[in-house]
């Protein structure tokens, strides 16, 4: 295992208390609906996070504080102690500002909010800036925060830092704890970074898995060499349906990564045949629906309508449809691992660029624009494995190049994501 080098961080040596204000006069001129609530300051302890202000996904257990989801329906009691992820951040040097919006329940890769305004996207204003951890976006992409915390069950971290202009990443499940978070789909959730750089996730990866004691300590959970790793963009998932800017943006991008030496394969998958035949949605229906109707009667409460239908199609389904699509889910899973275990595949992030706040009045455009946007990021789930996205810009529009990988993969993925980073910039 190699030591990387010491890295300089924009929140390195800062006047916290400054910046801490700018933050805050940022959010009055331009962060109306980021934030569902904010913390007051708190001295930051020593760690490799001194510094850095990290804005919270209102799913987490923040102590003193209430957790909402995004919702008016969920109680308001305070939190008695911080989850398990915020205690990572916490312990490593990082400042909260605030619960950041999100879609309710985390119930979709828009971003929208009935309850509390849905954010602006700070670069194409009219714009949706991606869900469901859109105000973690937002407060990244203002400038108010270094990075956000948030989940990931279909895309929530890598769709809206797509739209943003970041770079999310989604880990695998069991790296980071999910203790104090509240669920969507147990099964598929991941807890992970948005931040500018691959190297910011980096780190912020190794905090809240446990293993980043100080700035340059690093350890793997995978020994792949990079060497071994082929990159693939399969010729059957993920490139149909594409906006035109969005299909030329990647080819452009594709060409600039063969022309710097990087070798991508381009072929058919068989398991993405079998991955297209699973019923992905029942995860996150059943699963939410059997957490949430635990404490409250879902049908009396005042909930997002379009979160409400998306919870009710959990009656559709009984648990033994649940199971079969738990032992689909499993044996594809094998099969990906068994016919590709050092495939890392390579797509557009998301198929369409940030579509405009009027563009999803209608509940069918509403319907068929999520599922496009969850169509990609929602392998790496599935799978069970990590994925990145890293942010490019085509023709003034921000995108994301999307790299998924299996189970206990990240920090070869990470490395793979710095070089590809590296020459995206050039």
């Not at 991941?190 to 980096?202: L, Q």
């Not at 009656?315 to 449809?321: P, Q, R, V």
Request: hydrophobic residues 40%; glycine residues 8%.
């Amino acid at each position: 295992m190699t030591q990387p080098k010491p890295s300089n961080f924009a929140w390195q040596d800062r006047n916290l208390i400054a910046k801490w204000k700018s933050a805050l006069d940022i959010i009055d001129s331009k962060g109306q609906a980021v934030f569902t609530e904010l913390f007051d300051y708190v001295e930051p302890q020593q760690g490799p996070l001194n510094g850095a202000i990290v804005s919270i996904k209102d799913l987490f257990q923040v102590e003193g504080y209430k957790t909402q989801a995004g919702s008016v329906f969920i109680s308001q009691q305070l939190a008695e102690q911080d989850s398990t992820a915020v205690a990572q951040l916490r312990k490593a040097g990082a400042s909260f500002l605030g619960h950041t919006n999100m879609t309710e329940l985390a119930y979709s890769g828009l971003g929208l909010n009935p309850h509390y305004g849905t954010p602006d996207n700070p670069i194409n204003p009219g714009r949706i800036t991606g869900g469901s951890t859109s105000g973690g976006a937002a407060s990244v992409a203002l400038g108010i925060a270094d990075a956000a915390l948030g989940t990931d069950t279909g895309g929530s971290l890598r769709i809206p830092a797509a739209f943003c202009g970041l770079t999310g990443f989604k880990p695998s499940q069991q790296t980071v704890s999910r203790k104090g978070c509240l669920p969507l789909s147990d099964s598929l959730d991941s807890v992970g970074p948005i931040a500018k750089t691959v190297e910011e996730c980096e780190l912020l990866w190794q905090v809240l898995y446990g293993v980043a004691l100080s700035a340059d300590t690093t350890k793997s959970t995978d020994s792949s060499p990079l060497s071994q790793l082929k990159i693939v963009v399969p010729s059957n998932f993920g490139m149909n349906d594409l906006d035109a800017l969005v299909e030329e943006g990647f080819a452009e991008k594709l060409a600039q990564l063969e022309a710097a030496g990087v070798v991508v394969e381009r072929r058919f998958i068989d398991a993405l045949e079998v991955y297209k035949t699973l019923p992905v949605w029942q995860f996150s229906a059943f699963e939410s629906q059997a957490f949430y109707s635990q404490d409250y009667d879902l049908e009396k409460a005042d909930i997002d309508p379009r979160v409400a239908s998306r919870l009710a199609r959990a009656k559709t389904i009984n648990a033994e449809d649940f199971q079969q699509t738990q032992a689909a889910r499993k044996a594809f899973i094998k099969q990906v691992a068994e016919a590709e275990p050092n495939t890392v595949f390579l797509l557009p992030t998301v198929a369409v660029a940030a579509p405009k706040l009027s563009d999803l009045e209608l509940d069918s455009e509403y319907d068929r624009l999520n599922l496009l946007c969850l169509r990609n990021t929602s392998l790496a789930n599935v799978l069970n494995g990590c994925s990145i996205s890293l942010p490019f810009c085509f023709k003034q529009e921000p995108m994301g190049l999307l790299l998924t990988a299996g189970n206990g993969m990240d920090q070869v993925l990470l490395d793979l994501a710095k070089k590809l980073e590296s020459i995206l910039r050039r």
